[in-house]
Antibody
């Protein structure tokens, strides 16, 4: 059974850093691109970043580039999100999701993890 | 403000047919396929429709998706109480070089 489990969330002060992890199981992790998507309390979904199956390519939401870094360790079936200079507006549930694709154009996220809550507050 | 535009709310009674719309532009919906996600209260999003109109295994055929130009819609027929959830459309945006979501539509079953 395909499973994604996020960890690493918590309460952090503004300006500090935090590293999230996503443990994957039930599929060949190194064959899939992976994403982070976040959801602020009571708000909608916001795409954060993607990393290619081999970790060689990354892409970020424009508003986050420079502060967030996505990475993966295929030997450990784990996805990471390093966040620095955290702000109150980064408070959200952070989900990891697997990218499925049919060709180059048809892509979708499935499954999603259960999410990990990051609260940025002094 | 979300790049894709959805009505904030929709409602219907059990058994009814409800349609949720999502509009975008030529840089997203107009040039790429659209996916729909269902988020039940207090849970993670779940894939509902992919590639405009494809249902993953396990999703009832009461759910259907369609796309025309820069707009897309999700139809739910035979509405059930367990369909009460938030629904999000999503597409790749070639101008932003990233994924964009609609703001979400909260469906209430009366």
């Amino acid at each position: 059974q395909v499973h994604l489990v996020e960890s690493g969330g918590g309460v952090v002060q503004p300006g500090r850093s935090l590293r999230l992890s996503c443990a994957a199981s039930g599929f060949t992790f190194g064959s899939y691109a992976m994403h982070w998507v976040r959801q602020a309390p009571g708000k909608g979904l916001e795409w954060v970043a993607v990393v290619s199956y081999d970790g060689m390519n990354e892409n970020y939401a424009v508003s986050l580039k420079g502060r967030f870094t996505i990475s993966r360790d295929n030997s450990k079936n784990t996805l990471h999100l390093q966040m620095v200079s955290l702000r109150a507006e980064d408070t959200a549930v952070y989900y990891c999701a697997r990218e499925n694709a049919y060709g180059e154009v048809e892509k979708w996220f499935d499954p999603w993890g259960q999410g990990t809550l990051v609260t940025v507050s002094s | 403000q979300s790049v894709l535009t959805q009505s904030p709310s929709a409602s219907g009674t059990p058994g009814q047919r409800v349609t949720i719309s999502c509009s975008g532009s030529s840089s997203n919906i107009g040039s790429n396929t659209v996916n729909w996600y269902q988020q039940l209260p207090g849970t993670a999003p779940k894939l509902l429709i992919y590639s405009n109109n494809q249902r993953p295994s396990g999703v009832p055929d009461r759910f259907s998706g369609s796309k025309s130009g820069t707009s897309t819609s999700l139809a739910i027929s035979g509405l059930q109480s367990e369909d009460e959830a938030d629904y999000y459309c999503a597409a790749w945006d070639v101008s932003l070089n990233g994924w964009v979501f609609g703001g979400g539509t909260k469906l209430t079953v009366l």
